[in-house]
């Protein structure tokens, strides 16, 4: 099995081939993880990041600080690296204790055996670690928390660390905090509630505000943007006051308008199309240093500059910005800060999301066009059109089809409200009458009125057509007796049938129809004229091509038929064997029409 470097596996893989060699060596998992662990540090060595770990710090607790750091920049290379999180909360001569964090559960092992090789293979330091704690349920996007207590022999980090604490005999006198922001104008001092006691007079001005900023809550002014996963508290700074923080400034304006953006909701995006530029937010990278004489932490940072024309946009100068440093050289210089960048990844990922949503939600609305499509044109004709074909080539002669037309009829028109209970009362037979033309592969032409037209044998030609329209017709007539109309009205109608050669096609621009021409509606259209109630009426010609023997029908005479003249018809009484093909439950279609009919115009 090969792996490409660039390419995102799932989780699960690492774990199912753990499973699988552990059940094919007779070894534990934890021990099979541990060794994936291992490999994985001589896979990146190979790729000389070996060189990255040893560059960060001459013992290997150095390095224990500095893993944040480290995968702060792999993410410049690998921007979709979900990359853990770990600070030490312990130091002394025989160890430390890391805690872990990170979003991906069943990687403990993976990540002691890691621990193990970089120790052996690049520190020559055996280590003994040993798990004091797990927890897969913390606050923040960091869901698995594991505490470790690594032992090893760390006696000359403790005592670098001894000699840089010792008391030199150099007394100064105090420096105010004015005196010392002038050195660090974009600097932030806070205090253990995490309120802002003083700020440097650039960051001050870049900020923008009319009201006081001290006092404020740190995360009112800024956002904190690294290290990821973690909640910008007191602890967590103090625990990772060796890792580089990056905030981001919260401009008076910006904070303004997302207050009004909050109560009053906007159809646009969320997302600041103008941020990706850096024309309104300021990036702060620095380092967190706790003063225990005043108990606060000090953000000594400066602002991230690409250009001078991100400068200018940011309404900032080259002397506002920190004397001392290579701040102002940067800039000159155009250098392409990875913070900045990443930003920039970030926010074209976040875009990239919102596309993916913006498709989503476009596939949902095509499927209800296509369902309104469909119920205006067959769908073998409305995808002819959609491949490109002309409307005009859509028109086809059939030379046999079933056509009916069926009339609800005696209804009151007298009061206002007894049209209104006649629209819901059609609505909700009409509906039933939708349900029944799908089961019997009838193709509901359109409602006139009082009128429901359908046919079949078109566009799909049927050999069976006069068979289907007989069925459907007959079940009708039941269904319609059944139902039990809310608004008491007693819901009749009657049906006319007639086979015979029609021209079908798609006419009109704006509203499309599906529609049918052709002798073959008429005389389908008279034989509904002169059906009585509760009956079906049908031609001969259609009688003729009904299965012998598998209807009851009735001859009803020679009728005078309007442009016609006198025709020999039959009543269609049932069917041979009183079976139908399919039929609703009756009582779920009640249930359907009662809550058609609660719903008032």
Same mark, same amino acid.
Not at 405 to 433: H, P, Q
């Given at each position: 099995?090969?792996?490409?470097?660039?390419?995102?596996?799932?989780?699960?893989?690492?774990?199912?081939?753990?499973?699988?060699?552990?059940?094919?060596?007779?070894?534990?998992?934890?021990?099979?993880?541990?060794?994936?662990?291992?490999?994985?540090?001589?896979?990146?060595?190979?790729?000389?990041?070996?060189?990255?770990?040893?560059?960060?710090?001459?013992?290997?607790?150095?390095?224990?600080?500095?893993?944040?750091?480290?995968?702060?920049?792999?993410?410049?290379?690998?921007?979709?690296?979900?990359?853990?999180?770990?600070?030490?909360?312990?130091?002394?001569?025989?160890?430390?204790?890391?805690?872990?964090?990170?979003?991906?559960?069943?990687?403990?092992?993976?990540?002691?055996?890691?621990?193990?090789?970089?120790?052996?293979?690049?520190?020559?330091?055996?280590?003994?670690?040993?798990?004091?704690?797990?927890?897969?349920?913390?606050?923040?996007?960091?869901?698995?928390?594991?505490?470790?207590?690594?032992?090893?022999?760390?006696?000359?980090?403790?005592?670098?660390?001894?000699?840089?604490?010792?008391?030199?005999?150099?007394?100064?006198?105090?420096?105010?905090?004015?005196?010392?922001?002038?050195?660090?104008?974009?600097?932030?001092?806070?205090?253990?509630?995490?309120?802002?006691?003083?700020?440097?007079?650039?960051?001050?001005?870049?900020?923008?505000?009319?009201?006081?900023?001290?006092?404020?809550?740190?995360?009112?002014?800024?956002?904190?943007?690294?290290?990821?996963?973690i909640s910008f508290t007191w602890g967590n700074v103090i625990y990772l006051h060796s890792v580089i923080f990056e905030l981001e400034l919260i401009r008076a304006s910006d904070h303004d308008s997302s207050i009004n953006s909050d109560e009053m909701p906007s159809t646009s995006s969320s997302l600041d199309r103008r941020g990706s530029q850096g024309a309104r937010s300021i990036l702060l990278k620095g380092q967190m240093r706790h003063i225990e004489d005043i108990k606060a932490i000090i953000f000594l940072c400066s602002p991230l500059i690409n250009s001078l024309d991100e400068l200018l946009n940011m309404g900032l100068y080259l002397n506002d910005l920190n004397p001392h440093g290579l701040s102002k050289e940067?800039?000159?210089?155009?250098?392409?800060?990875?913070?900045?960048?990443?930003?920039?990844?970030?926010?074209?990922?976040?875009?990239?999301?919102?596309?993916?949503?913006?498709?989503?939600?476009?596939?949902?609305?095509?499927?209800?066009?296509?369902?309104?499509?469909?119920?205006?044109?067959?769908?073998?004709?409305?995808?002819?059109?959609?491949?490109?074909?002309?409307?005009?080539?859509?028109?086809?002669?059939?030379?046999?089809?079933?056509?009916?037309?069926?009339?609800?009829?005696?209804?009151?028109?007298?009061?206002?409200?007894?049209?209104?209970?006649?629209?819901?009362?059609?609505?909700?037979?009409?509906?039933?009458?939708?349900?029944?033309?799908?089961?019997?592969?009838?193709?509901?032409?359109?409602?006139?009125?009082?009128?429901?037209?359908?046919?079949?044998?078109?566009?799909?030609?049927?050999? +069976?057509? !006069?068979?289907?329209?007989?069925?459907? =017709? #007959?079940?009708?007539?039941? &269904?319609?007796? /059944?139902?039990?109309?809310?608004?008491?009205?007693?819901?009749?109608?009657?049906?006319?049938?007639?086979?015979?050669?029609?021209?079908?096609?798609?006419?009109?621009?704006?509203?499309?129809?599906?529609?049918?021409?052709?002798?073959?509606? +008429?005389? !389908?259209?008279?034989?509904?004229?002169? =059906? #009585?109630?509760?009956?079906? &009426?049908?031609? /001969?010609?259609?009688?003729?091509?009904?299965?012998?023997?598998?209807?009851?029908?009735?001859?009803?005479?020679?009728?005078?038929?309007?442009?016609?003249?006198?025709?020999?018809?039959?009543?269609?009484?049932?069917?041979?064997?009183?079976?139908?093909?399919?039929?609703?439950?009756?009582?779920?279609?009640?249930?359907?029409?009662?809550?058609?009919?609660?719903?008032?115009?």
């Open positions: 099995m090969v792996f490409n470097t660039r390419q995102i596996y799932p989780d699960e893989l690492m774990t199912n081939l753990a499973t699988a060699l552990a059940a094919c060596t007779n070894d534990s998992m934890d021990n099979v993880m541990q060794f994936f662990g291992k490999c994985f540090v001589r896979f990146f060595s190979n790729l000389g990041y070996d060189c990255t770990v040893k560059a960060t710090g001459r013992y290997f607790c150095d390095f224990l600080q500095s893993v944040d750091n480290i995968h702060m920049q792999m993410r410049f290379t690998y921007p979709k690296m979900k990359s853990p999180s770990m600070y030490t909360t312990h130091v002394d001569s025989q160890g430390v204790v890391l805690v872990y964090r990170s979003t991906r559960q069943g990687f403990t092992h993976y990540f002691m055996g890691q621990l193990f090789q970089i120790a052996k293979e690049l520190y020559n330091t055996e280590l003994d670690i040993k798990v004091l704690e797990t927890s897969n349920n913390i606050p923040g996007s960091r869901n698995v928390m594991v505490k470790f207590r690594i032992n090893f022999d760390n006696r000359e980090y403790i005592a670098k660390t001894n000699r840089m604490k010792a008391p030199l005999d150099l007394e100064l006198p105090p420096v105010s905090c004015t005196f010392f922001l002038r050195l660090f104008p974009f600097g932030v001092i806070m205090n253990k509630d995490m309120r802002i006691l003083g700020v440097g007079d650039k960051l001050l001005e870049a900020w923008g505000g009319t009201t006081s900023i001290l006092n404020k809550h740190v995360i009112e002014i800024f956002k904190l943007r690294r290290p990821k996963g940067l800039v000159l210089a155009g250098w392409q800060h990875c913070g900045r960048l990443e930003m920039m990844f970030e926010r074209a990922e976040q875009r990239s999301i919102e596309l993916e949503n913006s498709y989503a939600l476009l596939d949902r609305w095509k499927n209800k066009s296509d369902e309104l499509l469909y119920s205006m044109i067959p769908q073998t004709v409305a995808d002819r059109l959609r491949a490109g074909a002309s409307p005009l080539s859509t028109c086809e002669s059939f030379e046999s089809i079933t056509v009916l037309f069926c009339e609800l009829c005696d209804f009151d028109y007298s009061t206002i409200e007894g049209a209104m209970d006649i629209v819901l009362s059609m609505n909700a037979v009409f509906s039933c009458f939708d349900t029944l033309m799908d089961q019997f592969n009838v193709y509901k032409v359109e409602t006139v009125g009082r009128v429901y037209m359908a046919a079949s044998g078109a566009p799909d030609r049927n050999e +069976n057509h !006069a068979q289907n329209v007989a069925d459907v =017709s #007959l079940q009708l007539i039941e &269904h319609v007796r /059944s139902l039990k109309l809310p608004s008491g009205l007693d819901i009749r109608i009657r049906i006319g049938i007639h086979s015979g050669p029609a021209v079908a096609g798609v006419v009109g621009l704006k509203v499309p129809r599906y529609c049918f021409f052709g002798d073959t509606v +008429n005389t !389908a259209s008279r034989m509904q004229t002169t =059906s #009585l109630p509760g009956k079906v &009426h049908i031609s /001969s010609s259609t009688k003729a091509l009904l299965p012998k023997g598998h209807y009851h029908t009735e001859s009803r005479g020679v009728v005078w038929v309007k442009g016609k003249g006198e025709m020999e018809t039959y009543w269609l009484q049932s069917a041979a064997n009183n079976k139908m093909k399919e039929e609703i439950n009756s009582d779920d279609e009640n249930a359907v029409i009662k809550s058609l009919l609660a719903t008032r115009i």
